[in-house]
């Protein structure tokens, strides 16, 4: 089975002033369809600049990376965005849902920007549409505007809006850390099930070890350097 994510000899350098700062050092990782996979490391590790380079939204010093065969450095910027769209969906710590829009209008608009410049817009998928806001316990809760839910339904939204499109893989930042254990417990399950219901590969980025334990490996991170990689509870009951 071939890699959908593919990191060789990554490396990524700062300048600060006359300062060469480094933040990755020859990082080198697969991820196989459909695993579910938490990097793991403290603040200042490396994970979030690893996260924005998978993510095609920023340049690697060194190295490559290859999605789903796809080599980003060979893409030029608009193939690198055409590609994010089809292929990514993106979950974040701070749920960035849009204030003036229904939760509904939140999960719509990622629609909307993957049909950007298709000749032909597709409809939104309304059997998936109903299943992620039943699995995510939010289809009462659609017509309400971010400032109406909790920060639990809010990264619910956040999850089906990443998820509406059927993204061959979920990036996420952290998705846990603005949420009480309940919460947490809660998303970190979801992700869990997108992983295995919808067949997506799932790569989470946290600082916190326990929550780790859900991915079926854990890739551990330090001052820019993978030190090693552990399995997770994986295939198992998810946690809650």
């Known amino acids: 089975m071939s890699s959908i994510i593919l990191a060789q000899d990554l490396g990524k350098t700062y300048r600060s002033g006359k300062l060469e700062v480094p933040a990755l050092r020859k990082v080198s990782f697969a991820i196989e369809p459909g695993e579910f996979v938490a990097i793991v ?32 450095a060979k893409l030029t910027d608009g193939e ?38 298709a000749a032909q817009k597709k409809e939104i998928d309304q059997p998936l549409l109903n299943h992620l ?69 799932v790569l989470m980025i946290t600082h916190n070890p326990e929550a780790a334990q859900i991915a079926d490996r854990i890739l551990h991170m330090r001052d820019g350097e993978m030190t090693h990689i552990e399995q997770g509870q994986g295939r198992g009951t998810p946690r809650g």
Do not use: C, W
Not at 172 to 183: I, M, S
């Open 41 to 72: 490391g403290p603040s200042g590790s490396g994970k979030s600049t690893l996260f924005y380079i998978l993510g095609g939204l920023t340049h690697a010093s060194s190295g490559s990376v290859t999605i789903d065969g796809v080599d980003f």
């Open 133 to 201: 806001t039943q699995m995510l316990g939010i289809e009462g809760r659609l017509e309400h505007r971010p400032s109406e839910l909790s920060g639990g339904e809010q990264q619910r939204v956040a999850i089906a809006r990443a998820l509406i499109n059927r993204p061959a893989i979920v990036l996420a930042d952290e998705p846990t850390g603005n949420l009480d254990t309940k919460n947490s417990d809660a998303v970190l399950n979801m992700l869990h099930q997108s992983s295995r219901e919808l067949h997506q590969t």
């Open 80 to 117: 690198r965005t055409k590609m994010r769209r089809a292929k990514i969906g993106f979950v974040f710590q701070r749920f960035n849902l849009l204030p003036t829009l229904s939760a509904m209008g939140n999960i719509e608009i990622a629609h909307d920007i993957a049909n950007l410049g």
